[in-house]
């Protein structure tokens, strides 16, 4: 027996509710919905409520809920990963394998070397990527995604957190222990150009340890990710 679809609803209400804009075509039109249905609704709360499609209207469907439970697939320890804008979709691919991974937060920054640019649209277009990944992955959350002018910032967003961890290429080694971590963490690595000594030197004035991810320089994209997984192993995410 296939899972049931799971879709995203802005204003959820009891006992019955609609299912309106991209996530009802998207119902109607890509996954062939009908009525009598067995549909999963999530409203952002961590929880799953399941129902089924009492109605199809021209542009909204009409869902009776039938029940609601705690979703069991989010991380119990947050991870924030900080990166910097890519060019290209190269940045939707990281929102996308970071959602899977258990990150609970994604900000996508600018920083000196940083050749990519972001607007309204685009940040939009991450957003809508988060929800279809936590949907793929069966999470009850989507990602909160948010942009950043700056890496300063960018970097004081995470002031709150347990560990806050940098990764610069131009490292020999590691300040920290990343197989030690306990708590809240975020992560911070670059765009395709990488940081500027005095990004570093700025992240450390900010709390931040610095992390070398081996000896190999890798593509950005292959760092957020790679940072990501080892942050969610080290926090017993992937056990």
Same mark, same amino acid.
Do not use: W
């Given at each position: @027996? =296939?899972?049931? %679809?799971?879709?995203?609803?802005?204003? /959820?209400?009891?006992?019955?509710?609609? /299912?309106?804009?991209? *996530?009802?075509?998207?119902? !109607?039109?890509?996954?062939?919905?009908?009525?009598?249905?067995?549909?999963?609704?999530?409203?952002? =709360?961590?929880?799953?409520?399941?129902?089924?499609? =009492?109605? &199809?209207?021209?542009? #909204? /469907?009409?869902?009776?809920?039938?029940?609601? &439970?705690?979703?069991?697939?989010?991380?119990?320890?947050?991870?924030?990963?900080?990166?910097?804008?890519?060019?290209?979709?190269?940045?939707?691919?990281?929102?996308?394998?970071?959602?899977?991974?258990?990150?609970?937060? &994604?900000?996508?920054? +600018?920083?000196?070397?940083?050749?990519?640019? @972001?607007? *309204?649209?685009?940040? *939009?277009?991450? !957003?809508?990527?988060? #929800?279809?990944?936590?949907?793929?992955?069966?999470?009850?959350?989507?990602?909160? &995604?948010?942009?950043?002018?700056?890496? +300063?910032?960018?970097?004081?967003?995470? %002031?709150?957190?347990?560990?806050?961890?940098? $990764?610069?290429?131009?490292?020999?080694?590691?300040?920290?222990? @990343?197989?030690?971590?306990?708590?809240?963490? $975020?992560?911070?690595?670059?765009?395709?150009?990488?940081?500027?000594?005095?990004?570093?030197?700025?992240?450390?004035?900010?709390?931040?340890?610095?992390? =070398?991810?081996?000896?190999?320089?890798?593509?950005?994209?292959?760092?957020?990710?790679?940072?990501?997984?080892?942050? $969610?192993?080290?926090?017993?995410?992937?056990?």
């Amino acid at each position: @027996m =296939s899972t049931p %679809k799971r879709f995203f609803v802005d204003n /959820l209400t009891s006992p019955e509710t609609y /299912l309106e804009g991209e *996530e009802f075509t998207h119902a !109607k039109t890509v996954l062939r919905v009908e009525e009598g249905t067995e549909i999963v609704l999530l409203d952002g =709360s961590g929880k799953e409520y399941s129902a089924i499609v =009492s109605k &199809i209207e021209k542009h #909204r /469907l009409l869902a009776h809920i039938t029940g609601a &439970i705690e979703g069991d697939k989010e991380p119990k320890t947050e991870i924030y990963l900080l990166c910097g804008a890519l060019k290209g979709d190269k940045t939707e691919l990281i929102v996308q394998k970071a959602c899977e991974l258990g990150v609970s937060r &994604i900000g996508v920054f +600018s920083s000196e070397y940083c050749s990519a640019y @972001m607007n *309204e649209n685009k940040l *939009e277009r991450l !957003k809508k990527v988060a #929800r279809e990944a936590a949907k793929q992955c069966l999470r009850s959350r989507a990602p909160k &995604i948010e942009y950043f002018n700056n890496l +300063s910032d960018a970097l004081s967003s995470a %002031k709150d957190y347990n560990n806050k961890l940098f $990764a610069c290429e131009f490292l020999s080694g590691s300040d920290g222990d @990343m197989s030690q971590l306990s708590g809240s963490t $975020a992560v911070v690595v670059g765009s395709e150009g990488g940081f500027s000594e005095a990004e570093y030197a700025l992240a450390k004035q900010c709390g931040f340890l610095g992390i =070398s991810l081996g000896k190999r320089i890798l593509r950005a994209e292959t760092a957020a990710i790679a940072v990501c997984a080892l942050t $969610a192993f080290a926090l017993g995410e992937l056990k």
